[in-house]
């Protein structure tokens, strides 16, 4: 039988509060986050970092910080910036980034920045900056343990609007690396071949992937 051609349906995330799973490798970070300090979550990219700012976000009515384009000096609410070790930093953006710190402490702003890596690692040359953001409480995500994994796989199925038995999961969850990347790629291998061939998403199917 003649494979079909996979067409690429967009992919709409379930970012609600109630999609979220709290699990111990998450629950710290989850529950840290809500004082009215700025805070820097960091997590490996896939496990749900961006999903619990959204839900901070949603909570506080917060404006998303965009480096390049927010008037800083006209903030008045909660101040979401997500992924900030993506930033190019040359000298405007530290003194963008400066600015916002200012701001946030001066209006007594919620502030909730995310990243994959600490600010020690960002290429930071200003110092004010750089001993500013070192100063902000940070809230972490863990590896993902077998119940995030488990999670995640079901959200990752969900989002693309594919059922799986219990069998699957099974299968699936001592065999995948702990990242959350490679959960969300492996969902999205399934998804293709399983259109492709005209197949349910099976064991076989699975260990086709996985090899």
């Known amino acids: 039988m003649a494979q079909q051609i ?3 349906l967009p992919v709409d995330p379930s970012m609600g509060e109630d999609d ?12 840290q986050l809500y004082s009215d300090n700025a805070t820097l979550l960091l997590g490996p990219k896939g496990t749900g970092k961006s999903h619990l700012a959204r839900i901070w976000q949603k909570r506080r009515n917060a404006v998303a910080f965009d480096i390049s384009s927010t008037n800083i000096g006209t903030l008045s609410q909660a101040v979401l910036w997500e992924d900030a070790d ?11 980034a400066f600015h916002l710190l200012n701001t946030v402490k001066e209006k007594k702003l919620p502030l909730l920045i995310t990243a ?8 930071l040359t200003l110092a004010d900056l750089r001993s500013r953001l070192l100063a902000i409480h940070v809230a972490s995500i ?6 995030l994994v488990a999670g995640l796989l079901l959200k990752h199925f969900k989002d693309r ?9 099974s299968y699936i969850i001592p065999r995948i690396a702990r990242d959350g990347a490679a959960i969300e790629g492996l969902v999205k291998q399934l998804d293709e071949l399983s259109l492709a061939n005209n197949r ?12």
């Open 6 to 8: 996979p067409f690429a």
């Open 20 to 31: 979220f799973l709290i699990t111990p490798s998450n629950q710290t970070a989850a529950t």
């Open 86 to 96: 993506a930033t190019h930093w040359n000298a405007q953006a530290q003194e963008a």
């Open 116 to 123: 994959t890596t600490p600010a020690a690692q960002w290429n």
């Open 142 to 147: 863990d590896m993902p343990d077998d119940a």
């Open 161 to 169: 609007q594919l059922r799986v038995s219990e069998d699957v999961l």
């Open 200 to 211: 349910a998403i099976t064991i076989p199917l699975i260990k086709k992937v996985l090899d």
